[in-house]
């Protein structure tokens, strides 16, 4: 804090001396930086909602009448969890957009190794 002499303003009138702070929160000089660094946080955290977003939207998108949006309403299988193709093809073809996962080249056939 630093004291300032009274002064006149321009538009005549007198401002009495008085204590104030010599340098405000947000001077000049940082300004260029915060608003960089703000934007990063801010561009930082789009990205990262629309990464999760995409998850939701597969999760939101296969409940078809569930209320709940949550990530266990698609169960993580993998073709390991099957004993015959016809199983898995069952089950991927229960809810597609769930089991993406078991069908590796996209021909809709799913675990086409299991026998």
Known sequence: MGYRKG??????TYVQGHYANN????????????F????FIAFSSIISCSDS????EITSGSSSGSS??????????????FKSQADAQKT????????????GDGNGK?????K
């Open 7 to 12: 002064y006149y303003r321009k538009d005549g």
């Open 53 to 56: 977003g995409d998850s939701t």
């Open 36 to 39: 960089l660094v703000l934007v």
């Open 92 to 103: 991927f073809e229960s809810n597609k957009k769930c089991y993406k996962n078991l069908d």
């Open 110 to 114: 799913a675990c086409e190794h299991l």
């Open 68 to 81: 709940s949006n949550s990530s266990s309403n698609c169960p993580t299988k993998t073709c390991g969890d």
């Open 23 to 34: 340098r405000s929160k947000f001077s000049n000089k940082n300004n260029g930086c915060m």
